[in-house]
């Protein structure tokens, strides 16, 4: 139990144009559900703390403008990055938070997502 | 500010070596301390954790230890299996926060 799922699994997109990026709780639902990114050789950096139903909390540095979040329901959050341009070519990653599944509180992560922007 | 350092990598062993990865931490109070896994093409998963000090915690053979005096929670594992290759991530979490902090990350490849 505990999957979640991110889609697609990797983008390529031009310069300027928006992507959308999903996050889903398969099997559980997640009030809460995190966004990372996370470039090459580098650790996982949060970005924003998503919660169901109220805005998104953003880590200091990330531009609120750029990456907007919405997380409409306990099963999905989307990470949209808006005009992308390139130096936002990334791995983004999500997690969701699982009060008490399989008997602990844990974070679920997703598979990744890969942004190239050209 | 909370932060954790693990040893670079990339580690490669051959079957049935001894495993060691080092995760050392910086915090103020008291953290719970996790190593997470990523398999090739998957998302991390939770290895095992550990919520105060001398508490081991251990799975799937791996164990690693909370000790506090050295402010350190290494990964072992006595004999690892061409399975365990993946990527390790050592990370923690203050009371009160879910929000986790990672380190960078140690590749580990293991040859038959």
């Known amino acids: 139990g505990a999957v979640v799922s991110q889609h697609p699994s990797w983008v390529i997109c031009k310069s300027g144009t928006s992507v959308k990026i999903e996050c889903r709780s398969l099997d559980f639902q997640a009030t809460t559900m995190f966004w990372y990114r996370q470039f090459p050789k580098q650790s996982l950096m949060l970005m924003a703390t998503s919660n169901e139903g109220s805005k998104a909390t953003y880590e200091q540095g990330v531009e609120k403008d750029k990456f907007l979040i919405n997380h409409a329901s306990l099963t999905l959050s989307t990470l949209t990055v808006t005009s992308a341009h390139p130096e936002d070519s990334s791995f983004y990653i999500c997690?969701?938070?699982?009060?008490?599944?399989?008997?602990?509180?844990?974070?679920?992560f997703g598979p990744g997502t890969r942004l190239t922007v050209l | 500010g909370n932060s954790v350092t693990q040893m670079e990598g990339p580690v490669t062993l051959s079957e049935e070596a001894f495993l060691t990865i080092n995760c050392t931490y910086t915090a103020t109070g008291y953290p719970s301390l996790f190593w997470y896994v990523q398999y090739p093409g998957e998302g991390l998963q939770l290895l095992l954790k550990?919520?105060?000090?001398?508490d081991k915690g251990s799975n799937k053979g791996f164990e690693a230890t909370y000790r506090k005096e050295t402010t350190s929670f290494h990964l072992e594992k006595g004999s690892v299996q061409v399975s365990d290759s993946a990527v390790y991530f050592c990370a923690l979490k203050k009371g009160g926060s879910e929000k986790l902090v990672f380190g960078k990350g140690t590749k580990l490849t293991v040859n038959p």
């Open positions: 997690s969701a938070y699982a009060d008490r599944v399989d008997g602990a509180d844990t974070q679920y």
């Open positions: 550990a919520t105060k000090a001398d």
